[in-house]
């Protein structure tokens, strides 16, 4: 079973980067199929998906973000990351990591519980 | 970008009842459709898969159906712990979420 936990500052100042890891346990960020996500969600509001990437590095991203955010994964640690740059209190939000496991990128199992992040 | 109406934004209804909500996608997506049960401070959770596939461990009162661009989610006797944020999603390209629909005990 996976089990996703982020980490990261809860505070960030506007035109700064915005970083939030999520460490995997319960099986290896780098098995085959899988795919590994950020989505977020501001206050009271919905959910947004940020961007996806690959067991095989490939990213996906939102094209209303993309110009700003940046996903990779670290196997030594058996993590991948988020970056985020030139937040403003738009930005502002729950970010939560998740993953599909080995079904489609979109079908989102294994979720974290979720890093709130102020702008 | 492919959008996603969900309906109703909220509804209030009685234990027992059944519940319907609507998702409607700006484009056909054939059956790449979720839905998701989030309460308060929780992680979504993943309720059905492919517009009709009941995920692992889930009651079977929930259910979900449609292809193409309207879907419809059910709850055929609502429960109180039932209460929570309902959300579509779409993964035809590349993945995207309606609007939320909350559901309260009337």
């Known amino acids: 079973q996976l089990q996703l936990q982020e980490s990261g500052p809860g505070l960030v100042k506007p035109s700064e980067t915005l970083s939030l890891t999520c460490t995997v346990s319960?099986?290896?960020?780098?098995?085959?199929?899988?795919?590994w996500g950020w989505i977020r969600q501001p206050p009271g509001k919905g959910l947004e998906w940020i961007g996806s990437i690959s067991y095989n590095g490939r990213t996906y991203y939102n094209p209303s973000l993309k110009s700003r955010v940046t996903i990779s994964v670290d196997t030594s640690k058996n993590q991948f990351s988020l970056k985020v740059s030139s937040v403003t209190a738009a930005d502002t939000a729950v970010y939560f990591c998740?993953?599909?496991?080995?079904?489609?990128?979109?079908?989102?199992?294994?979720w974290g519980q979720g890093n709130l992040v102020t702008v | 970008d492919i959008q996603m109406t969900q309906s109703p934004s909220s509804l209030s209804a009685s234990v027992g009842d059944r519940v319907t909500i609507t998702c409607q996608a700006s484009?056909?997506?054939?059956?790449?459709l979720n839905w998701y049960q989030q309460k308060p401070g929780k992680a979504p959770k993943l309720l059905i898969y492919?517009?009709?596939n009941l995920e692992t461990g889930v009651p079977s009162r929930f259910s979900g159906s449609g292809s193409g661009t309207d879907f419809t989610f059910t709850i055929s006797s609502l429960q109180s712990e039932d209460i929570a944020t309902y959300y579509c999603?779409?993964?035809?390209?590349?993945?995207?979420f309606g609007g939320g629909t909350k559901v309260e005990i009337k």
């Open positions: 998740a993953s599909s496991g080995p079904r489609f990128m979109g079908t989102l199992v294994y």
């Open positions: 492919d517009a009709s």
């Open positions: 484009q056909d997506i054939s059956s790449f």
């Open positions: 319960g099986g290896s960020i780098t098995s085959s199929s899988y795919y």
């Open positions: 999603q779409q993964y035809a390209n590349p993945l995207t």
